[in-house]
Structure formats: C-alpha cells, structure tokens
C-alpha cells in the first residue's frame, strides 16, 4: 500500500477570461467601496471594488478566494467558472443564482443554495455574492466599512489512497469491480480508494471508472452539460450526459451498488453498447 497525494480534477484549463466577457464594463462601484478582509488580513482587490445587487454584497471571486487557498478557473464552454482546492470544488455559472460545493475526495455535495444574485463578469473580473463563500466554510460579517470573511473551522477532507494493484484496491474497499467486456485489454494507470468507500480506477486510454455501495451519484463530476439522455445498455437504465453527439459521462447503479465511467474525450453512445456485458 502506497499514500498518494490528492490530485485536483477539473474540467476547465483556461487561465484567461474570454474576451467577450473581459470587455464587459466595469462593475457599478458604491459610493464607499467596504475594504475586504480574509482571516483579518486585508486583501488586494486590484481595485475591482465590491459592489452591491439586489442588496447583496458582491465582490472580486479571484481576489477573496486565493487566500482562501482556492484556484480560480475559467470555464467559456459552460459560460461559468470552476473554484476548487484539493478536498472541494463548486462549478459557478454565469447569471445563475445557484451555488453548490462537491466533495473531490469522498461522496456527495451539498443541496443547491441561493444567495440572492447569479455570479457576473465585469470587465475580465468575476464577482459573486458575499454570501457564498459559506459553502467554503466561511462567515462573513458586514461592518460599516468593511467585509471581514473568517474561516468556521478547518476542512478536513477524507484521504485518496493510491493502491498498487486493482486486487489490493478491491480488497480495501470491500467490493470488486464488475468483469465487463468493455474493460478487457485496458491497461491500468492508477488506481485509489477515496474516503474509504469508493472505488476509482483510471486507464491508460482516459477512461475512468467508479464504483460504490449505494444509489447516489459516484462520478463527482457535477458540471452541466448540454446533452443529457437515459438509454438502456445491456439491460440497464444508463444516464449519458455529453455535448455534441458525444458521451463524456454514463451513470447508473442497480439498488445495491453504483457507477459511473467518463471520459477524457467524448465517445460515441453507441460504445457502450455491449460495453457492460
């Protein structure tokens, strides 16, 4: 057995804000912009000052969230931002009053919340309500003349356990990975036990399959895609979720255990035809 450090999963790889939202206008300032700190350390807004909508406070989400510890991604092709660190991550969308924070190393998230406005860009800055930053454990108190954001108490997430063999792996976990003919020749590049409960395993050609007792959602992919079908695959109800024509996520379970495989690229839905027998 071998520990291996947790790797942050995120669908999103653009450092730069698309053009078309960086040449937004730049956002309403108050008359007296609040100073914003972070566990009492005063944070550099780089001068994208707070702002308020609908009478909820918004403020710079790259700015507050770095010294959170958090990694701010731009995500054009969802028209959204993805926030994450090693242990959680929250897909933001654009306009969409709808804030969610999902586990990267165990099972779950957390019911969708509303904060009172949907995240905005304003000339290359992403703001979002003050509020938000509770999902991330976080309370944030209004002063006359500041907003003081102060960690609740300190995450500890679950660990990721690398294994050296799928036996090994198996065996930990309680369960064995179904023999399905899809999975015949694919060569294994890592393989993990995550919260002590999930079987991941990852092969060499993209392809990545999760397994866990239950009925819930296993695939920790919480992003929304454009496509989204239920198709019977050898018997079984499958939800495939994707974009142009092409599957990058299957999800299903049969009452007693649940699954999911995804892909690094999209594959035709026709592939998981025969894939599960």
């Given at each position: 057995?071998?520990?291996?450090?947790?790797?942050?999963?995120?669908?999103?790889?653009?450092?730069?804000?698309?053009?078309?939202?960086?040449?937004?206008?730049?956002?309403?300032?108050?008359?007296?912009?609040?100073?914003?700190?972070?566990?009492?350390?005063?944070?550099?807004?780089?001068?994208?000052?707070?702002?308020?909508?609908?009478?909820?406070?918004?403020?710079?989400?790259?700015?507050?969230?770095?010294?959170?510890?958090?990694?701010?991604?731009?995500?054009?092709?969802?028209?959204?931002?993805?926030?994450?660190?090693?242990?959680?991550?929250?897909?933001?969308?654009?306009?969409?009053?709808?804030?969610?924070?999902?586990?990267?190393t165990a099972l779950g998230m957390t019911a969708p919340q509303s904060y009172g406005a949907g995240p905005e860009a304003w000339a290359g800055v992403?703001?979002?309500?003050?509020?938000?930053?509770?999902?991330?454990?976080?309370?944030?108190?209004?002063?006359?003349?500041?907003?003081?954001?102060?960690?609740?108490?300190?995450?500890?997430?679950?660990?990721?356990?690398?294994?050296?063999?799928?036996?090994?792996?198996?065996?930990?976990?309680?369960?064995?990975?179904?023999?399905?003919?899809?999975?015949?020749?694919?060569?294994?590049?890592?393989?993990?036990?995550?919260?002590?409960?999930?079987?991941?395993?990852?092969?060499?050609?993209?392809?990545?399959?999760?397994?866990?007792?239950?009925?819930?959602?296993?695939?920790?992919?919480?992003?929304?895609?454009?496509?989204?079908?239920?198709?019977?695959?050898?018997?079984?109800?499958?939800?495939?979720?994707?974009?142009?024509?092409?599957?990058?996520?299957?999800?299903?379970?049969?009452?007693?255990?649940?699954?999911?495989?995804?892909?690094?690229?999209?594959?035709?839905?026709?592939?998981?035809?025969?894939?599960?027998?």
């Amino acid at each position: 057995m071998k520990y291996h450090q947790m790797m942050l999963t995120a669908a999103c790889a653009v450092s730069m804000m698309p053009a078309a939202l960086a040449a937004a206008p730049i956002a309403p300032a108050p008359v007296s912009a609040p100073a914003v700190t972070v566990e009492g350390t005063a944070v550099d807004l780089g001068g994208a000052a707070p702002y308020q909508e609908n009478g909820v406070w918004m403020v710079p989400l790259r700015a507050v969230a770095g010294p959170m510890g958090y990694e701010v991604t731009w995500c054009p092709e969802d028209n959204g931002v993805l926030v994450a660190d090693e242990a959680v991550k929250m897909n933001l969308t654009y306009g969409v009053d709808s804030y969610a924070r999902a586990s990267q190393t165990a099972l779950g998230m957390t019911a969708p919340q509303s904060y009172g406005a949907g995240p905005e860009a304003w000339a290359g800055v992403t703001y979002v309500p003050a509020g938000m930053f509770s999902l991330l454990g976080y309370t944030v108190e209004e002063g006359e003349d500041t907003l003081a954001f102060t960690q609740e108490q300190a995450q500890l997430p679950n660990p990721m356990v690398a294994w050296d063999t799928l036996e090994e792996a198996e065996e930990a976990v309680g369960f064995a990975l179904p023999d399905w003919k899809g999975l015949e020749g694919r060569e294994i590049q890592e393989v993990f036990v995550i919260g002590g409960e999930l079987l991941e395993v990852r092969y060499e050609d993209g392809l990545t399959c999760r397994m866990a007792r239950g009925t819930q959602d296993v695939s920790g992919d919480y992003q929304v895609y454009a496509e989204e079908t239920t198709r019977t695959v050898d018997g079984r109800e499958v939800t495939l979720k994707g974009k142009d024509g092409r599957v990058s996520l299957a999800v299903w379970n049969d009452g007693t255990y649940t699954w999911s495989l995804s892909w690094a690229e999209g594959v035709a839905p026709e592939t998981l035809e025969g894939f599960l027998a």
